[in-house]
Each structure stands twice: as C-alpha cells, then as structure tokens.
C-alpha cells in the first residue's frame, strides 16, 4: 500500500499565524513520530503516538507546539504564533508497533516570514 | 540525554574505494542503533539496524561497545551509494530516536 504520506509539502506562513500539519500513516502502524530537521541538522524528535494517546511529547519545544492523533490514525502537528525560528523540515514516521522499524514521509517544508 | 555524533559533514571517496562512515554514541546502557539513509529527492528510510546484523547493499556496521561506536562500512563504494547517511540511537526503553547531525557521502566516478 501507500507509504506515509504528509500535507502541505510546503508552507509558508508569516509570523505570528497559526499552522497545521498533517500526517497520514500506513494504515495499520499503531506507532506514529513527529520529528523536525533544520538545515544541517539530522531529525530531532518531537513527539511520539502509540494509538491515540501521545506516549511521549518530551521533544516539544514549548507550549506553542501540539499534536493529535484522535483516531490513532491520522495525526495533526499544531503550531500557534509561528516564529521564524520554527522554520525547519517536520518529518512524519509510523511503524507497525513501538520499536519497529520507522517508515518516514517526504516531510512538510514549513517557512516562516 | 542520549547523544549519537557523526564527526564528517562531507565524506569524499572514489568508486570502488573503501568506505567507512563514523558514528559514536553516548549511552551508558544497552542502546539499538541504526544507520538511516537519505538519497536525492527521496524520503528518508532505513538502511540497517544493529540488532539484525545484516548487510544492505553492501554496508555493514559493527557495535563496538568499548569505543561506543557503530561505524558503517562498505569494501567499495558505488556511484549509487551517494547521499546522505544519519546515525540514530533507541535507548532506555523510550521510543525516542536520536539522529545524528549527517554525514553527506559523495562518490566520485
């Protein structure tokens, strides 16, 4: 079936805006990861899903940044009064269960003016 | 906190010389490590894992807990090995991957 797949590929938002990003992963992987890649830098982890509670949201970096996954599919990363130090690369990741192998999407350019 | 360290941002060999990307970690229990590979235009996805000790197109990486390190090597680089290769850790029984910063291997023909 279809890899993990995320929306917008792009965005770009001015400060101070509020911005959603979208995460669908393979169906049926139960474990879902959020993570941000700014330029240079490997991904660093955001938040983690196992079904539909967040198990681990320790890599958020303020209470600026939410995530849900109501369903314990789909997931949405919320981001409230953009700065444009939130500029990055967020990358999407599911796997089957917690410790599996992590199956990432292309990810969501999001730039902030 | 876990730390994985990739020492070269660049890594420069020729087709069919060795190669041998460095990785080492800070983790003071038993960690699971991988190798991630990201090639032009692509999504990033897995190359290896240590536990499985297997050998994916040619790359191999050995555990060394003594030096804490998990370097990837490969007897000859290919054209086609070129891109960008991330070491991460899973640690303390949390899901929480730790990525390396990068290590760009460009093959020259």
């Known amino acids: 079936g279809a890899g993990v797949s995320q929306t917008p590929s792009n965005k770009v938002t001015e400060k101070g805006k509020y911005v959603e990003l979208r995460c669908d992963p393979i169906?049926?992987?139960?474990?879902l990861y959020w993570y941000r890649q700014s330029l240079g830098q490997g991904p660093e982890f955001l938040i983690y899903?196992?079904?539909?509670?967040?198990?681990?949201d320790s890599g958020l970096p303020n209470d600026r940044f939410f995530a849900v996954r109501p369903e314990g599919s789909v997931s949405t990363l919320k981001i409230q009064r953009t700065e444009r130090g939130d500029s990055a690369v967020y990358l999407c990741?599911?796997?089957?269960?917690?410790?599996?192998?992590?199956?990432f999407g292309p990810g969501t350019r999001l730039t902030v003016l | 906190a876990q730390r994985v360290t990739q020492p070269e941002k660049l890594l420069s060999v020729f087709k069919g010389a060795p190669v041998e990307l460095k990785c080492n970690y800070s983790?003071?229990?038993?960690?699971?490590l991988f190798w991630y590979v990201q090639y032009s235009r692509q999504r990033l996805q897995l190359l290896l894992r240590?536990?499985s000790r297997e050998s994916i197109k040619g790359f191999t990486a050995d555990l060394n807990k003594g030096e804490t390190s998990f370097h990837l090597k490969k007897p000859f680089a290919q054209e086609e090995d070129s891109a960008m290769y991330y070491c991460?850790?899973?640690?303390?029984?949390?899901?929480?991957?730790?990525f390396g910063t990068g290590t760009k291997l460009q093959v020259i023909p």
């Open positions: 169906s049926g992987h139960t474990a």
């Open positions: 991460a850790s899973l640690g303390g029984g949390y899901q929480k991957v730790t």
């Open positions: 899903f196992q079904g539909t509670g967040a198990a681990d």
């Open positions: 983790y003071s229990g038993s960690p699971e």
């Open positions: 240590h536990i």
């Open positions: 990741a599911s796997s089957l269960n917690p410790g599996d192998t992590q199956y």
